[in-house]
């Protein structure tokens, strides 16, 4: 069963069963959630920020390890699906924030998108091999059946 360790009240949850999660970026999360079959997903929810919220989200993937796929559509208005985009397929480097000079993890993206450092490179690392994102136009009409989980499994990572 998925446990939010953060934004748990900005969450929509389906089916405790489902390995997906579903990131609706600026999209009104209950407007989506009426549209599909919630026993398609396990939970879903906003990402507003990359460069706070991207953190907060990761933070809940490693306490979650039943999360193998994250499907991302929505509106990007901040540009915090294609950091979370590139997390996936560029990583990381240790940097500093923009606005407070704090060092972070920066996400490899022309837009800033930041981790606090205390996770560990190996966990992020993991949750970048253990989690298949799929960007998705239009999740009404998006076969569920066609998503291959990645193969590599990982084991619940707290990092409060």
Do not use: H
């Not at 396990?42 to 907060?56: I, K, Q």
């Not at 993937?61 to 950091?83: C, E, H, R, W, Y």
């Not at 240790?94 to 407070?100: E, F, I, L």
Request: net charge neutral; proline share 4%; glycine share 6%.
């Amino acid at each position: 069963m998925f446990q939010a360790l953060y934004k748990g009240s900005r969450l929509i949850y389906g089916n405790p069963d489902s390995n997906i999660g579903i990131v609706t970026l600026w999209s009104k999360p209950k407007e989506l959630a009426q549209k599909i079959d919630q026993s398609k997903y396990c939970v879903l929810g906003p990402l507003y920020s990359a460069e706070r919220g991207l953190d907060l989200l990761i933070r809940n993937l490693l306490a979650n390890p039943q999360i193998s796929v994250v499907l991302l559509t929505g509106v990007d208005f901040s540009k915090s699906g294609i950091d979370l985009k590139d997390f996936f397929e560029n990583g990381l480097v240790k940097g500093k924030t923009d606005t407070t000079e704090k060092p972070c993890w920066r996400v490899n993206s022309q837009y800033e998108g930041y981790i606090d450092l205390d996770l560990t490179e190996e966990a992020l690392n993991l949750i970048r091999e253990t989690v298949t994102l799929i960007k998705v136009q239009d999740m009404t009409t998006f076969d569920f059946s066609s998503i291959v989980p990645p193969q590599k499994k990982r084991e619940k990572m707290i990092f409060i």
